[in-house]
Structures are given as C-alpha cells and as structure tokens.
C-alpha cells in the first residue's frame, strides 16, 4: 500500500508539475525566453524563431556549446527560419518556406546548416539527409559581451545579413532575394512595353533606378513616361531634378525646376499652403543647383 501511495504521490507530482510549466500563471520566468524577429526584405518576409539561453557566469563556447558537435542554435526546441519566398542563403538556393537553424561550432570556422525538420527538440534525431543547405562561416571575436543569445537581420538594400551573437562571439552569412531580378524583370516587361498606365508605377520605378544608381538614362525615361501620363505629377518631375543633379548636367537639373514650378503655378489648389510649400521647396532646388553650376 506504501508503494502503491508513493507511486501515487510521484505521478501527481508529475502532473501537477506539467500543469504549472504550461500556465500562463506560472509565477517564474523562462530561463531562455523565446524570442522571434521578423523583417521584410526587400519583396520578402523572414522570420527566425528561437529560445534564447543566457550565458550566466559560464563559459559558453567550448564548454556549455561543446566544439565540433550539432548545436541546436539557442534552447529549447529547435531555431526555425522561414522565407516566404525564394532566396539564396550561404550561396545556395533555398525554396520557400520554414527550416531549422544548426551550426556546428568551432574555433576557426562554424557549420551553417539549413535543414526541413521544424519538429526537433534540440538538436536531438537531427538528420543530415534533410539538409537543404550547408555552408561555412568564420566567426569574429566582439567587443560587446552578449549575455543572451542574440539573432539580428541587418538589411542590405533587398538583402539582408543575419548575425548570430552570444558572448564575445558573432556569426553572419548572408541572405539573397529575388527582389532587384523581379523588378528588373517587371521595368522591362510592364513599363517599358507601356502595358502599365498608372503614372505612379513609372515615378516609382525611376525612384528604384535613382537609388540604385546603375540605371540613371532609364531612370530618366520612367519619369518621362509618368510625366507623360499624369502631367501633374510632382513626385516624376522631382525625380528629374535629381537625376540631372547627379550626373552633374545642371543646366537641365535648372530648366526642370522651372518646368516644375509652371506646372504649379497653372494648377488649381484646395489647399493653398501645400501650393506655397512645393513651390517653395523648388526655388531652394532652384538656388542650390544654380550654386553648384557655379563652382
């Protein structure tokens, strides 16, 4: 009877344990709380999802995170990382969708392993056949002591690089979108074809161009076409003005200006203090591009 109770006692333990570790009224916090971040990236959601260990005193490296064995990457069940669509990550093409995160750790160079299982606890039946990538990466020594382990997205225009921190440790490897080949593809195929009729879509694209810097004579024919399309679009004609500024063809970067404060001057305003602020904004271009003729 002694045993039978003490089996008893030892089950409702248990269960009571379970009960309280799954309350939202457990009084103690997590000790590796889960955390996620979510970006977008140029035409693409990532997401990481991860349980977040602090280091505590311990060595970390080495010692909690053993050398040269598969790391789950955080605490607790495993990383995930999802795309919502296509990229490239480490150099490998990867399809959209969710992925665990691994690495294997080591002095010199880290493992990046991308794989499909999202059901793992830890790094526990971690199946190298289901890898979808695998790369190197070479960890850099930080300044900063990251007490918790940390993931970050740092966003290279329609990119990104993601850094993994803990300790005096960091680790990045980069993420490629489909982003510059789309829109390249959609300029080519929608704009300049003239299959579009939304003035805002070519002032848009031009802007693209301008800020990416490698297309300034196409950039230009965009704000031409949205010009052509909405005579009143202030957006297209400001784009001109600074397209011409860059290449240092202030003459036109001038007649520009002029255009654009005729065609404000021969509009009707509902509201005349937006009329007064643009016109003032273009007699500021006005001076300052005149300025930079002169040097």
């Known amino acids: 009877m002694k045993i039978i109770k003490s089996i008893l006692t030892l089950i409702l333990a248990f269960t009571t344990l379970g009960v309280y570790s799954q309350s939202d009224e457990y009084p103690y916090p997590s000790l590796s709380p889960k955390g996620k971040i979510i970006q977008n990236v140029g035409n693409t959601i990532i997401s990481i999802e991860y349980e977040r260990p602090s280091a ?19 605490a607790g069940h495993c990383t995930k990382i999802s795309f919502d669509k296509n990229v490239i990550v480490g150099g490998q093409s990867i399809d959209a969708g969710k992925y665990s995160l691994f690495t294997i750790p080591n002095e010199k160079e880290w493992i990046v392993i991308i794989n499909r299982d ?5 790094s526990y039946n971690y ?6 990538a695998r790369f190197v990466s070479i960890p850099d020594k ?30 990045s490897f980069d993420i490629e979108t489909t982003t510059d080949n789309d829109l390249i593809d959609f300029i080519t195929n929608e704009l300049f074809t003239r299959k579009n009729k939304e003035s ?27 010009i052509e399309i909405d005579t009143n679009n202030g957006w297209a004609r400001s784009l001109k003005v600074r397209i011409y500024e860059r290449l240092k063809l202030y003459d036109n970067a001038i007649d520009e200006v002029n255009l654009a404060i005729s065609n404000i001057n ?9 009329k007064e602020n643009e016109l003032s904004q273009l007699k500021k271009d006005l001076e300052r591009i005149k300025k930079l003729k002169e040097k």
């Open 266 to 274: 021969s509009r009707d305003y509902k509201d005349i203090t937006e």
């Open 118 to 122: 999202t059901t793992l606890y830890g």
């Open 200 to 226: 805002n879509i070519y002032a848009g694209a031009s802007e693209y161009l301008f800020y990416k810097g490698d297309s300034l004579e196409n950039a230009l024919k965009l704000a031409d076409i949205a």
């Open 142 to 171: 930080t300044n900063r002591f990251y007490e918790t382990l940390n993931f970050d997205i740092e966003i290279i225009p329609n990119n990104a690089k993601i850094f993994i921190s803990w300790a005096h440790t960091q680790l």
């Open 127 to 132: 199946d190298s056949q289901k890898d979808v």
């Open 56 to 74: 505590r005193k311990r060595e970390v490296f080495g010692n909690l995170v053993p050398w040269d064995k598969v790391w789950r990457t955080g």
